[in-house]
């Protein structure tokens, strides 16, 4: 009895000294150190695991049904497939007298595989019961035929032509791994004379189905034996694939690259920082320096922070009322009324988007330049003045340039914040696809009326708005990565310059 | 004589060896009296000092011979303060023109984030556009006038905020003797300073007089007594006393006087 009174007083003890505080405070912390390892792991690993080369296996199936409109009688099929995810399926199943059997399971798999439609080769996904695979094997010789609009064809290689040259077997197995089979592309004067008698070479592949099917070499990117690879293979292939992933505009079909989207998305955090720093520090340098500590200035000072709290899609439709509708029509009407009734600055674009995201995150710089310049101590403004300043040369000249470590804190953290930012750009200006580019090599060089690619875009159209969600979901993690790399790569640079400006001045006021 | 000095002479005449004259300066702090009727004389190229407890309008005295009072927002100020035969508070009075000629050092040494070249050559850039070779000559003059250039001949392009406090505040003197003033004003030039650097800057202090004329306000009555030659000593905004610094400091007039320097005030 006695101990357990001392047990429950030590409890009680523990309990009001605060230390549960402590283990509390500490228990938040590492949840959410937590979540932000989980995303990041999350992240991470889909994104780049959509770039490792999963090998293609052929599988042999029972088909009690078609397994595409293409080979629509029952029977055995090949396929050429990968699994992509596994489950355990009830079946409930009842006796003749409509008692409930015990519950069965069925395993189901899910494959992609490859099907051709009218000869354009396409993915397909579709369950199948383990009971209906009948072999698994992973042919040596199953060869990946990249082609240059970013498609992929999967079969064995058959023959290789070229006028009169013929490879077939052991040959052209070699020809392959020598990586030769890229024959010369004729220039363009002598093609139009030759293209008749030396036609491009020919690789046939055989298709699961068993029909050849033949590529133009210079339609081929790469040839590649997935299954026949080592672990240095396979890892040269990855970073290959996250190189043609960053370096190429987009294709059909959820092929190709998002080079597009980068460009974009910098482009528009470039020119939303070009809009933003000076509306920012001017309005900040106002409300610090000039305005005194009136009860209007407060008033404002309040009200431009609570602007950080309005959600983007306000902004998004201000700027599409005001500026689009109002201000760019207007333009169009003045200045390009020749390409009327088309807008040119009347429609949602990049200026319009930078802008929207400028607006987005003024309240960010302005609040991070006030601080800095709240920072700056009185007698640097009085050493100044007393030099023969006037007020002006004062605070542009001195107080605004030692605050400049805070103006740069602002913008790091306005750039974080608009380059995730995706509701205002639905409204005024991102696009899933665009031909126009936004750079272009003569005058006026930037076309900023134009629509643009985005990569925050890029990752909502793939994950929400897709036909086809099996091959756009692994996309949309592979496009949130490169985003969040961008994210990064962007702050380290202000945060780089931030630091050489401190070192510059080698103070901290900020 | 042009139009606005015509203007602004007066009945008053200032005997040339005077550099400075205030008579009946009242300043006010919103309704609070700050100075209360202060009326002094201070001779050129001597070295005059300010003494006093905390709060006594010392500074507030010291500040309105270049108008650094203006900038706080409240303050008022009354009578005349003249400096080389101006009145500098006439409503015509070119402010920028007289911080030009009013050097002023403040207690926290207060350099620019900026390089100790570019330091100095601040107030010189504000002016006019020197070529640069003019330029390097006039910050390696006053640096050495600082007594600062040899040490730091050889990094003028580093930060001036690399430099020690004391390196700071002759920096600091340098940046206001690069503008050529006539008038420099010391508030408390020496209170964050060690005793070495600061046995420096009264050497400096001492040398600086022989061209420009020195008013400063300190707290450290040693200090007073070693570098000035006219001493003024004030309390709760009214001037007890003032004249030459031997004797304010070995018989002084006043019981107030008497009391504060051998500290037994309040």
């Known amino acids: 009895m006695n101990r357990r009174l001392e047990q429950l007083m030590r409890i009680r003890s523990w309990l009001t000294s605060g230390a549960a505080w402590h283990w509390y405070s500490l228990a938040t912390v590492t949840l959410t150190g937590l979540l932000l390892v989980v995303l990041f792991a999350l992240v991470v690993s889909r994104g780049l695991g959509y770039f490792w080369p999963k090998p293609v296996d052929e599988w042999v199936i029972q088909v009690s049904k078609p397994v595409s409109q293409v080979t629509a009688s029952s029977g055995t099929r090949k396929l050429f497939a990968r699994q992509l995810e596994q489950r355990r399926q009830e079946i409930t199943s009842y006796s003749v007298d409509d008692e409930p059997v015990l519950p069965a399971y069925s395993n189901q798999l899910l494959l992609q595989f490859q099907v051709f439609d009218e000869g354009i080769p396409d993915w397909r996904y579709q369950w199948f019961n383990s009971e209906q695979i009948i072999r698994v094997t992973k042919p040596r010789n199953l060869l990946e035929a990249g082609l240059m609009d970013g498609r992929r064809i999967y079969g064995y290689p058959l023959i290789w032509v070229a006028g009169r040259e013929q490879l077939e077997g052991e040959e052209l197995t070699e020809l392959i791994h020598s990586g030769d089979w890229r024959m010369p592309i004729p220039s363009q004067e002598e093609s139009d004379a030759e293209i008749e008698d030396t036609a491009v070479a020919q690789l046939v592949l055989q298709l699961q189905d068993g029909t050849g099917f033949s590529i133009p070499v210079n339609q081929l990117r790469q040839l590649t034996y997935l299954n026949n690879m080592n672990w240095g293979d396979r890892f040269g292939r990855f970073l290959h694939r996250i190189w043609e992933f960053l370096s190429t505009g987009p294709m059909p079909d959820y092929q190709g690259g998002i080079l597009t989207a980068i460009y974009g998305t910098v482009l528009l955090v470039i020119l939303m920082s070009i809009i933003l720093v000076p509306l920012g520090v001017v309005t900040a340098v106002y409300l610090h320096e000039y305005s005194g500590n009136s009860l209007l200035t407060k008033t404002l000072r309040i009200a431009i922070s609570n602007l950080a709290g309005i959600p983007g899609i306000v902004y998004g439709v201000f700027v599409l009322g005001v500026f689009v509708y109002g201000m760019g029509a207007q333009l169009d009407r003045w200045f390009f009324s020749e390409n009327l009734p088309v807008p040119t600055f009347g429609a949602g674009g990049l200026l319009w988007a930078s802008l929207a995201l400028a607006l987005l995150t003024l309240p960010v710089v302005i609040v991070a330049t006030e601080e800095g310049l709240a920072r700056i101590p009185d007698d640097l403004r009085r050493g100044a003045l007393a030099l023969g300043a006037t007020r002006s040369e004062m605070i542009w000249g001195t107080v605004v340039s030692a605050a400049s470590p805070a103006i740069l804190t602002g913008l790091i953290l306005a750039i974080a914040r608009a380059a995730g930012e995706v509701a205002p750009l639905l409204l005024v200006g991102a696009v899933k696809y665009t031909g126009q580019p936004l750079i272009e090599g003569e005058f006026p060089f930037l076309h900023a009326e134009r629509q643009f690619m985005h990569l925050g875009y890029q990752v909502y159209d793939f994950a929400l708005q897709s036909a086809d969600a099996h091959a756009s979901i692994p996309l949309a993690y592979a496009t949130t990565l490169i985003l969040l790399a961008l994210v990064v790569l962007l702050n380290l640079i202000a945060i780089r310059l931030r630091a050489r400006l401190r070192r510059r001045f080698l103070v901290d006021y900020s | ?266």
Not at chain 2, 73 to 98: S, T
Not at chain 2, 225 to 249: C, H, K, N, P, W
């Open chain 2, 1 to 266: 004589m042009d139009a606005v000095s015509s203007s602004q002479s007066s009945l008053l005449e200032q005997p040339p060896e005077m550099a400075a004259m205030v008579r009946g300066l009242h300043v006010y702090y919103g309704q609070r009296l700050a100075l209360d009727n202060i009326s002094l004389d201070v001779r050129e190229k001597q070295v005059t000092a300010l003494i006093g407890p905390s709060g006594c309008g010392k500074s507030t005295l010291l500040r309105c011979f270049n108008r650094l009072n203006d900038l706080i927002d409240d303050c008022h100020v009354q009578g005349q303060v003249r400096l080389f035969n101006r009145n500098i508070y006439h409503p015509d009075e070119d402010i920028v023109a007289l911080r030009r000629q009013v050097g002023m050092v403040f207690q926290r040494p207060n350099p620019f984030p900026k390089s100790i070249f570019d330091n100095v050559a601040y107030g010189v850039r504000l002016q006019n556009k020197l070529p640069a070779r003019e330029l390097r000559e006039t910050v390696r003059w006053s640096l050495k006038a600082a007594a600062l250039w040899d040490e730091v001949k050889n990094r003028l392009d580093e930060s001036a905020l690399q430099l020690s406090s004391g390196q700071q505040q002759r920096l600091v003197i340098a940046r206001a003797l690069a503008v050529k003033p006539k008038v420099l004003l010391l508030d408390e030039p020496a209170s964050n300073l060690d005793p070495i650097s600061m046995l420096k800057l009264e050497e400096l202090i001492n040398e600086l007089k022989a061209n420009y004329t020195i008013i400063i306000v300190t707290h450290n009555m040693q200090q007073a007594a070693r570098v000035s030659d006219y001493t003024a000593f004030i309390d709760q905004g009214r001037l007890i006393e003032m004249t030459d610094t031997r004797s304010l400091f070995t018989h002084p007039q006043q019981k107030q006087t008497e009391d504060y320097i051998t500290g037994r005030y309040g």
